[in-house]
């Protein structure tokens, strides 16, 4: 009896100390379900781009792009290239802050529209040699999207600077991972849109060469007519717009870390839609015709800054990963080679797993399915039944929180005006392989407004694939190790 009233004793005593001294465990796993939203930060973020003047940015120097003294051995060198933010680089001029997320809100629908395309025309077995250049003349203002500038693609809005010919000529260029074709406007132009930099003419340089109809990169493209033996282009997208010239070859420059000759890409002559303030696109999809496929790196990486911000970070190519990177299974689909397909298991919502069938994110037999990582999706689209999932587990876990309307493509939204700071649970993505990447409430809580509307930044989609978007990488190095097909996320790394 003693035995036992002095075993209840010492239970009841440990119970008592682990209720008034929690454990240095528990407090890290109570700590890891709520993430802290700075709402005071991110509202004057949003109030600031709106009356930012790109002219005040500290200039790349346009020189270096021009260094060509050695040719660059992509198998054992690492470049890097400096990386802005879209709205560094192109005022729009928007009356306000609810305009301007209108406005990259419908850039952003119409380059969703563009990937699914793209996957649907392989899923109902569209061949290349079906699809032929169209000849309809598409004005800007026919197009429907409240969009003011931007690339075609629904979103552009990252760029870097490079160098094109010999002498190099420093262009801007809009950053894509959906994409694997490069290109730039050329001249002479037949309708040539507004970009920063004068429009690049070939008869400048002594690099520029026309590629062969019946060359190996010509049968590449997806979209190709013949002229004179001289191959020729067309990448069109989802808004209506696209771009039409000469498939050449051509030097591009990295700053000081060398050049790359005979790289494919389009030289435009033809370019329609909205494609103001870049000169062009580098393709860095999975495809033959993309710049990490044709300089045969074994990697790359890049850093997307917040897109209210003035600062820039690096894209970079053959670089080791950071040490802390959480990886995933980088899985790919020869069917559509273009993408990049992440290993996705599901989502936490607050250290609590959100119930997702885990076939929500396989591709299918047909090609159907799955989820891809995309620098040129801004917000993150997921199935309708993964995506109610991950709202509602949300939703559940901020009643605390006032609501406010739906807005755009948005239907979970909260008040946070007398707000400056809130703790919110903490969304996390699950990967294949049992490693988790948990994101910043800036990252999946953004203003709509400048009064202090916040909304849950993932959106429903009937289409596939899901797709990883921008807002959600922002912050983070992305690295994608393509010689051991895994993907990196390290957060706090530009």
């Known amino acids: 009896m003693a035995q036992t009233a002095f075993l209840y004793l010492a239970i009841l005593s440990a119970f008592t100390l682990t209720s008034l001294f929690p454990s240095t465990h528990s407090r890290s796993l109570s700590e890891e379900t709520t993430t802290l939203l700075d709402v005071s930060a991110s509202l004057t973020q949003a109030h600031d781009v709106l009356s930012f003047n790109p002219q005040t940015l500290k200039p790349l120097d346009r020189q270096e792009t021009q260094a060509q003294a050695h040719t660059l051995t992509p198998l054992n060198s690492s470049f890097s290239l ?3 933010p879209r709205d560094a680089l192109h005022n ?3 009356k306000d802050y609810e305009s301007l997320v209108q406005s990259r809100l419908g850039r952003d629908s119409a380059r969703v529209n563009s990937l699914h395309t793209k996957l649907q025309l392989v899923v109902q077995n569209i061949k290349k040699s079906d699809l032929e250049p169209m000849h309809t003349e598409i004005r800007p203002e026919d197009l429907s999207t409240p969009v003011v500038s931007g690339v075609s693609q629904g979103s552009g809005e990252y760029f870097t600077r490079i160098g094109v010919g010999t002498p190099a000529k420093s262009l801007y260029m809009v950053l894509d991972t959906g994409s694997d074709i490069n290109w730039l406007q050329c001249e002479p132009c037949s309708d040539c849109y507004q970009q920063t930099d004068p429009v690049f003419n070939p008869t400048g340089s002594s690099t520029y060469r026309p590629v062969t109809c019946d060359s190996a990169q010509c049968h590449s493209l ?3 007519a013949c002229r004179a033996d001289k191959c020729l282009y067309q990448v069109s997208y989802g808004d209506g717009s696209y771009t039409v010239g000469d498939f050449v070859t051509e030097t591009v420059s990295f700053g000081n870390s060398g050049a790359i000759h005979n790289v494919g890409l389009g030289c435009g002559h033809d370019n329609e839609g909205l494609f103001v303030g870049a000169a062009g696109l580098l393709g860095l999809g999975g495809g033959a015709l993309s710049l990490p496929s044709q300089f045969k790196a074994t990697s790359f990486s890049y850093c997307l800054v917040n897109r209210d911000s003035s600062t820039s970070s690096t894209l970079e190519f053959n670089s080791a990963p950071p040490s802390d990177s959480v990886t995933a299974p980088l899985l790919k689909d020869s069917r559509v080679e273009t993408f990049y397909y992440v ?6 919502v607050g250290g609590q797993p959100v119930s997702v069938p885990p076939s929500v994110f396989e591709v299918d037999e047909s090609g159907n399915g799955g989820i ?8 993150t689209r997921l199935q309708t039944e993964a995506y109610n999932s991950l709202r509602d587990a949300f939703k559940r ?3 605390d929180l006032p609501s406010a309307s739906g807005f755009a493509l948005f239907d979970t939204c909260y008040d946070l005006s007398s707000r400056s700071r809130v703790q919110v649970p903490t969304v996390s993505f699950l990967f294949a392989d049992g490693k988790s990447l948990s994101l910043p409430a800036k990252n999946y809580l953004i203003p709509v407004d400048s009064a202090g509307t916040f909304c849950f930044a993932f959106a429903p989609t009937s289409s596939s694939p899901s797709i990883i978007g921008n807002v959600q990488q922002q912050g983070t190095r992305v690295s994608y190790d393509l010689a051991n097909n895994r993907v990196g996320f390290s957060p706090n790394k530009c």
């Open 92 to 94: 729009s001029q928007h």
């Open 82 to 84: 400096q990386l802005l």
């Open 222 to 224: 997806h979209v190709s």
């Open 397 to 399: 876990l901020t009643r």
């Open 372 to 379: 891809i990582v995309d620098s040129g999706t801004a917000i």
């Open 343 to 348: 290993g996705l298991k599901g989502f936490s």
